[in-house]
Structure formats: structure tokens, C-alpha cells
């Protein structure tokens, strides 16, 4: 079935990638107005955009020293800032935690490694959504909740209990039995 398990990024699919992460970047600060994060110029607008898009790009927050590298990096000595935000946009999308999913770990005890929040909201979305977490999921991995029992189970029942799930499933099932390859005959 449909996996990326064994997937080569040659050339043709990095070139891919990157017109794809180019043409999301140019609509992003093309349209960085119409965003509705309160701002539309300035570092401090470019870190409120990062901190929000960077969390959903990288599927947890930014660390803050991460955050302020690519501020300086982008925006020291003050360029125009459309060209900024498209930069900044451009390198999210290409970044290993972007396009990569892997476990960092809350703590580390012996041979086990505790996943933190955040890795467990990546691994219940991309199981059961097929996607990236959505506001709610990262809000619980931010708080905490998914490390315990409690909040886990409810937010796996929200999951369940969304239309995404049986597309997901259905995706899957598909893909493992050929039915895309049937479809038709």
C-alpha cells in the first residue's frame, strides 16, 4: 500500500518539492494581509506569523532560539518584508521537521524514551487523520494533556469521532487491497 517508508528524494522530487514550497511561499506573502494576524509589517509581526505558522509547519512550537535564528537570519538588516516573509515561508516548508516526521522525546530513562506531546499529537494525526494535527491537538500536546491517560483517550475519541478518520481508513483499506487499481474494471 501507499507508503513513504521507502521513499528516495532524487532530483526530479526535490526539484518538486521546492517549486511547490516556492509557489506556497509567493501566495503566502502575497496575500500576508489578508493572514488576519493583526499586522501586516515589522520583526514583531514576522515573529507572530512565525510562531503561528511555524507550529503547524513543524507540527510543535519553535524554540525560541530556533524562532529568533531565522528572524535574524530574514529580517537583520531590515529587507523588504514580502521578501521576507517569503524566505521565511520557503524555509519552513523545506526543512527536515517539516517534511519529516520523527519522534524527539520528552526524556529519556534507560533503553525508553518518553514521547513528549508533541510527538504523540504527530503520531495520533498522521495514524488516524492522515494529516498534521489540527489547533486543538497541538493545544493539548501544549498543556500536557496527551501525557496523561485522561486527556489521551479524549482526544483519540475527538479524532474518532471525526469525518477525517473514515477517509483516512478508507485510504488506507484501499490502498493495501489495489483498489485504486480495480476502480473501473
Do not use: H
Not at 494576524?37 to 509547519?57: D, E, H, K, M, V
Not at 521576507?84 to 526543512?95: D, E, K, M, N, T
Request: proline content about 2%.
Amino acid at each position: 500500500f501507499s507508503s513513504n517508508a521507502n521513499a528516495v528524494v532524487d532530483a526530479d522530487r526535490l526539484g518538486k518539492l521546492v517549486d511547490a514550497a516556492d509557489g506556497v511561499a509567493a501566495l503566502v506573502a502575497d496575500g500576508f494581509a489578508e493572514l488576519g494576524l493583526g499586522c501586516s509589517r515589522g520583526r514583531t509581526c514576522a515573529q507572530q506569523f512565525l510562531q503561528s505558522y511555524g507550529r503547524l509547519t513543524y507540527r510543535r512550537a519553535l524554540a525560541a532560539d530556533e524562532a529568533e535564528a531565522m528572524l535574524t537570519l530574514l529580517f537583520e538588516p531590515e529587507p523588504d518584508f514580502a521578501e521576507g516573509i517569503r524566505q521565511l515561508v520557503r524555509a519552513l516548508l523545506l526543512s527536515g521537521d517539516a517534511l519529516y516526521q520523527y519522534e524527539v522525546g520528552a526524556d529519556t530513562r534507560g533503553a525508553l524514551t518518553r514521547l513528549s506531546g508533541y510527538d504523540l499529537a504527530s503520531k495520533l494525526s498522521l495514524l488516524l487523520w492522515n494529516t498534521v494535527p489540527d489547533d486543538a491537538l497541538l493545544l493539548a500536546a501544549e498543556r500536557g494533556e496527551l501525557e496523561t491517560a485522561t486527556g489521551f483517550d479524549a482526544q483519540v475519541e475527538r479524532l474518532l469521532g471525526s469525518q477525517r478518520v473514515t477517509e483516512s481508513v478508507g485510504a488506507f483499506y484501499r490502498g493495501w487491497l489495489f483498489l485504486e487499481a480495480c476502480d473501473g474494471k
